[in-house]
């Protein structure tokens, strides 16, 4: 089945710096990832979404200057945090989707990445 | 605009003992429910989708229902690795179109 691979699985950083999260389709090509964050006890809510060779598309409330998105290729996206603080503290997951021949799509999502900000 | 809801919270099973997870939705226009198992610390892993009332699936222990207003993941005789949190979600208008909307989970605990 598809896999999608998430580095790092956790990162600790000091506040004011900026953290990188690479997210990798291995065995399918995606044009479009997500990018969700989870907080404690939460539901996954979604960030942005992610075009290969286009701008990502942010949801309400979340801000393109500090969470920025690059979907370089077709198997490779990457969250940063810019200026993380430690409210940016959380478990941030990347999903991509496979088209399968029957049409029907299921999302596949990676490890997801927790990041604590001191 | 589109609500997942999910109950209990939290529920804990004995070995055996089986019982089902509760998926309430509204949404304009189902475009498919999507069953989700998530362990700590990990990514949710795909289990189901649904598309319409009165369709049902099945992976081992599990079956899920559907109906116009909500979902039902029953657990047949559970086993302690069937812990873990189930989530429930549907296709919802995002700014990009379509995406996931999650529900917060069931956190289930089967003990021996």
């Known amino acids: 089945g598809a896999v999608v691979s998430q580095h790092p699985s956790r990162v600790i950083c000091k506040s004011g710096t900026s953290v990188k999260i690479e997210c990798r389709s291995l065995?399918?090509?995606?044009?479009?990832m997500f990018w969700y964050r989870q907080f404690p006890k939460q539901s996954l809510m979604l960030m942005a979404t992610?075009?290969?060779?286009?701008?990502?598309?942010?949801e309400q409330g979340v801000e393109k200057d500090k969470f920025l998105i690059n979907h370089a290729s077709l198997t490779l996206s990457t969250l940063t945090v810019t200026s993380a603080h430690p409210e940016d503290s959380s478990f941030y997951i990347c999903?991509?989707?496979?088209?399968?021949?029957?049409?029907?799509?299921?999302?596949?999502f990676g490890a997801g990445s927790r990041l604590t900000v001191l | 605009e589109d609500q997942v809801t999910q109950s209990p919270e939290a529920l804990r099973l004995q070995e055996g003992e089986s019982s089902s997870l509760n998926c309430s939705y509204t949404v304009s226009g189902l475009r498919g429910l999507f069953w989700y198992r998530q362990d700590p610390g990990k990514g949710p892993e795909f289990l189901f989708t649904l598309y319409s009332a009165g369709e049902e699936k099945e992976k081992e222990r599990l079956k899920a229902t559907l109906t116009k207003k909500e979902s039902f993941l029953h657990i047949t005789a559970p086993k302690p690795e069937d812990s873990a949190t189930y989530l429930c979600a549907v296709l919802s208008n995002s700014n990009s179109g379509y995406a996931l909307n999650f529900g917060k989970g069931t956190s289930l605990l089967v003990t021996p």
């Open positions: 999903s991509a989707r496979e088209y399968t021949g029957s049409g029907a799509n299921v999302l596949t």
């Open positions: 992610s075009n290969e060779g286009s701008k990502a598309t942010y």
């Open positions: 065995d399918f090509q995606a044009t479009t």
